[in-house]
């Protein structure tokens, strides 16, 4: 006979046996119940991870081994580039904005050419500076 104030697993609902502050059967279903707790955020993450990573992709695949190329926006919207997705922006002391995904970059050159970069090392193109974190009055 069963205490009429048994748990159950908050994964799979079965009777729990042992401790009394028990909340899982087992490894599995603590791990597949906290997984699904996080499925929501985890995917916005991954999501979000995919883009930047496929706008890098476009990029470099433009840029090729060139250290700068010109190129439509259409084209890269043709590709799949999402241009609301970027990893920081640059600007300079000029007024010359450069949005970067993760080491390659884009400037615009007008309403339909844009200016394709890479970071040499980790120092921006046309910066002082060795390490975008190294900028005076950034925060992290």
């Known amino acids: ?5 048994t748990q159950k697993c908050h994964n799979c609902n079965h009777t729990l046996h042992g401790r009394t502050d028990k909340k899982f ?3 599995y279903c603590r791990n597949t119940y906290h997984n699904k707790s996080k ?4 995917n ?3 999501n979000t991870k995919a883009i930047l990573m496929q706008n890098r992709r476009i990029l470099a695949e433009m840029l090729g081994d060139k250290s700068s190329c ?3 926006w259409a084209e890269l919207v043709a590709k799949g580039f999402h241009f609301d997705f970027i990893t920081q922006i ?3 002391k000029q007024g010359s904005v450069t949005h970067f995904c993760y080491e390659y970059g884009y400037k615009i050159i007008n ?3 844009i200016s394709i970069c890479k970071m040499k090392g980790d120092k921006m193109p046309g910066s002082p500076y060795p390490n975008p974190a190294d900028i005076p009055g950034k925060t992290r």
Not at 1 to 5: C, G, H, L
Not at 39 to 42: G, L, Q
């Open 1 to 5: 006979m069963e205490p009429a104030n």
């Open 25 to 27: 059967c087992n490894d």
């Open 39 to 42: 499925r929501s955020e985890n």
């Open 44 to 46: 916005h993450i991954r």
């Open 70 to 72: 010109t190129a439509y």
């Open 90 to 92: 640059h600007s300079t």
């Open 111 to 113: 309403e339909s050419s």
